[in-house]
């Protein structure tokens, strides 16, 4: 009888071998598919705005029409103060016609752009032939077919990027580990929650900060840091400049606390903001609420609201409200311009200061840190 029942021992440990391996792969297996044609559609299209179980990280658009669009963002900039070193890579669906004229090809094709230590600029655009996004959870992968660009989600909360891109010289990785919880504009990722930053714009942030390792070869030369590193997606049902007047966005650190901002003046005169800001892992503030931040430009050229030919201050003030920890003052100065050539947009390393003021406790300075910001504008 012994032997059977060895067996049967041996048997019953082999069946629980799939339960394990189920059960490790758990934060996967809710994960979906999504195939991304390379040719825009003529139909409708069903756009989500209200966050399902799909969760943050699936595309929200289908199928992808001529005044849609659909994307995902990752950037990883240098934490130390001495270099600007810095790498952004855009996965796009989108026309031409849907994002800012003809500035991309399309519909589906990757933007990226990078700065080595001492802020000499690269960019490249890259089309694809179609795209395959898996996306559940805190987690997602995506293939941009034939571009040589791709992500994935190693653990949960953790994205690679992996390149092998010989037509544009670039190869090598960019991962992040996610440091503070994913949000939505308007609160924290959960099902139900608004995903509109403001009026036909969708906005998804899944890593507002983390730890980013980038280790690439762009035309043979190295370029290899660590900093802060970032992801969201975003996406609409109209045209981008049907909507949008100007904005400003960025993520940094100070102190102890990650931030992210978003300020846009919206076509219809409105201000529509978010404020996010993380500290040892937690979200103190993630809201909508119009009283939650403000964002103005500052020093030089700090016309507010922006228009193209005052397009590039030397930074920005940043207020924060936090509920629990006081009021939070951001000031970024911007020591590298990232972008080159577009009239409408520009984008910036920064080095952040800043103060937090509690009742009880007065004013204290706190760390600096850095940031990577941008700014819309489409006023004449
Ligand atoms: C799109 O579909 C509509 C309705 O079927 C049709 O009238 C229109 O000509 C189509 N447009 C293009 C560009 O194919
Ligand atoms: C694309 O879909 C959106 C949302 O359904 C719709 O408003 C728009 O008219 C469509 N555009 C085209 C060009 O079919
Ligand atoms: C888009 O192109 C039109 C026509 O050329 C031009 O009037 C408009 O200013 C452009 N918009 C942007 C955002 O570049
Ligand atoms: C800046 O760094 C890049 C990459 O190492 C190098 O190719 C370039 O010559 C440098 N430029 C200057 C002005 O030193
Ligand atoms: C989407 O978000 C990224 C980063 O948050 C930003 O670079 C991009 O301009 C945004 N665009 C739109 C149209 O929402
Ligand atoms: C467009 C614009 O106003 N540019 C100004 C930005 O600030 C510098 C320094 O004051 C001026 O020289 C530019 O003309």
Known sequence: MAPRSLLQLLFFYLGLIPLALALVSAPHSFSKEYDIPGAVQNASSRVQFTASAAGPEAPKIHPLNASTFDWWYFDVVSTDPTSLASVVVVFYTTTPEAFVNGTLPGPVVIQMWASFPNGTLFSANIEAESATVTAGGTSSSGVWHGSGFRWSSPRPSEYSITIDAPSIGVEGTI???????????????????????????????????????????????????????????NWSDQPFPTNVDSWYWGHGSVGPYSVVWFDVLGLDGVEYVSAYAAKDGKIVVASCGAESIRVRPTGRNSTYPPTISSRRPDGYHITLDLPEDGVLKMDVVNSASLVEGVPIYARFIGRTSGSITSIGEGERNLLAGVALSEQFTMRA
Do not use: E, R
Request: proline share 8%.
């Open 175 to 233: 991962d992040l580990k996610s440091t503070s919880p994913g949000h939505y504009p308007c609160g924290p990722i959960a099902v139900g929650q608004n995903m509109q930053v403001a009026p036909h714009i969708g906005w998804a942030n899944s890593v507002p900060d983390s730890a980013g390792d980038v280790l690439l070869a762009i035309g043979g030369t190295k370029l290899a840091f660590k900093g802060a590193g970032y992801h969201d997606k």
